[in-house]
C-alpha cells in the first residue's frame, strides 16, 4: 500500500496515510496493520491521536490520490524472503524453501520466528533443554499456545517450571534483541545433528495404523507382538482409535466434535459399532443433551444393520475430524498416564 507517495497538498505523508486507515476501518474492512514496523505502527497511531476534523473536500481529495496511485501500480512483490516463500508456497520443494529460509536467517533477514514456529517439536525441546532458561522463556513466550504446550509436555518439570517464571520477565525484551534471539536460536537448530530418517519408528508405525483399517491394524499389532513385545506396546500407546475415544477426550468437547461430522456418517459410525463399542457409543451420545442423544438413537434405529467396511470408514471418518482438530490446536487429547494399559 503505496500511502507514503501520495502528495495532496497541506497534508503530511502520516496525515494521508491517516485519512486512509481511518476511512477502511469506517467501512468494516479488516486491515493487517501488524504487517508494518513497530515504528511505522506507533507513528500512525500517534498522527491518528493528534487529527480532529477532516473536511470533506479534504478526504475526497485524498481518496482521489490514493485510487490514482493504486491504478498505476501493475504488481506488488511481498518485499522480504518469509512473503515471498509463503507466496511461493506448493511451488518449491521444502528442501529449497528450507534452504532459502536457512540462507535468510544467516544473513539476518527474514523473520526467524516464523521458521521456529515450524520447527519439529523434538527439535523444539532439545533446544529447551540446551538453551539457557532466558532464551528459552523467550521462544516459548513466541510459540503459538498449542506448539508451546506440545513442546513443554516433552521437557523435564523442573525445567518447565524456571522456563515457566522466566516468561514472567520477557516483557521488556525489545524487538531488536527479540531478532537477534530468533536468529541465534535458528542458528543453534541448524546445528543439532539429525538423522537422515526424522521421524521415529514407533510413532511412523502408530501413526500408519491410525489410518489403517481394523483387521490389518490388529494384524499387525499381533505379529508386532511376537517380534518384539515391547515396540509392540510402545506403539499400542500412540494409537487413537474409535475404542481411544472414550478414555482420550473430554466430555466437554463431544458437542464441538459431533459438529465436525456429518450427521449421516455419525449415525453409521454409532450404529456400527454398537454391538462391539458401546462403551464409545454411550460415552458420545452422553456428552449431548438427552432430546439430541435420543433423536440420535431413533436414527441409529432406523438404519438398521450397517455393512462392516462402511461402518469402519464412518468411524475413521469420526476418528479423523478428532485428529484434525487436535492438529488445528482446537482441542487436546487426554495425555495417557504412563502406567495405563495400553489402547486395545
Not at 469506517?26 to 497511531?45: H, I, K, T, V
Request: charged share 25%; aromatic share 4%; glycine share 6%.
Amino acid at each position: 500500500m503505496e500511502i507514503a507517495a501520495i502528495r495532496q497538498p497541506g497534508l503530511t505523508a502520516r496525515q494521508k496515510a491517516a485519512i486512509i486507515v481511518r476511512l477502511i476501518l469506517a467501512e468494516g474492512e479488516d486491515l493487517d496493520l501488524s504487517r508494518l514496523s513497530p515504528e511505522m505502527q506507533a507513528d500512525l497511531a500517534q498522527e491518528m491521536a493528534q487529527m480532529g476534523l477532516i473536511d470533506r473536500e479534504t478526504r475526497n481529495a485524498v481518496i482521489v490520490e490514493f485510487c490514482e496511485k493504486l491504478e498505476k501500480v501493475g504488481l506488488s512483490f511481498p518485499g522480504n524472503i518469509d512473503g515471498t516463500l509463503d507466496l511461493l508456497d506448493g511451488y518449491l520443494s521444502a528442501d529449497t524453501s528450507d534452504r532459502l529460509r536457512r540462507m535468510a536467517a544467516l544473513h539476518g533477514s527474514g523473520d526467524p520466528w516464523f521458521r521456529i514456529s515450524g520447527l519439529a517439536s523434538d527439535l523444539l525441546a532439545e533446544l529447551a533443554r540446551t538453551e539457557s532458561i532466558e532464551i528459552a522463556a523467550v521462544m516459548f513466550s513466541k510459540l503459538p499456545v498449542p506448539r508451546a504446550a506440545e513442546v513443554f509436555s516433552q521437557i523435564d518439570p523442573e525445567r518447565a517450571r524456571q522456563i515457566a517464571y522466566a516468561m514472567s520477565l520477557t516483557g521488556t525484551v525489545e524487538a531488536p534483541a527479540l531478532n537477534r534471539i530468533g536468529h541465534a536460536l535458528i542458528q543453534a537448530a541448524d546445528a543439532i545433528p539429525r538423522t537422515a530418517i526424522e521421524a521415529n519408528a514407533v510413532e511412523k508405525v502408530g501413526a500408519i495404523l491410525n489410518y489403517s483399517p481394523a483387521l490389518t491394524r490388529d494384524t499387525v499389532l499381533a505379529g508386532l507382538e511376537n517380534d518384539d513385545a515391547d515396540f509392540a506396546e510402545e506403539v499400542r500407546k500412540t494409537l487413537f482409535t474409535w475404542a481411544s475415544i472414550p478414555s482420550r477426550i473430554d466430555v466437554r468437547d463431544i458437542a464441538r466434535i459431533l459438529r465436525e461430522v456429518d450427521g449421516t456418517t455419525l449415525v453409521k459410525a454409532l450404529a456400527g459399532s454398537k454391538g462391539k463399542d458401546v462403551a464409545t457409543v454411550d460415552f458420545l451420545l452422553g456428552g449431548v443433551s438427552s432430546r439430541l442423544a435420543e433423536s440420535i438413537r431413533d436414527e441409529m434405529q432406523a438404519v438398521g444393520k450397517i455393512p462392516a467396511k462402511a461402518a469402519e470408514e464412518a468411524m475413521g471418518e469420526v476418528v479423523a475430524a478428532i485428529r484434525r482438530m487436535e492438529t488445528e490446536g482446537d482441542l487436546f487429547l487426554i495425555a495417557l498416564d504412563p502406567d495405563d494399559p495400553p489402547a486395545p
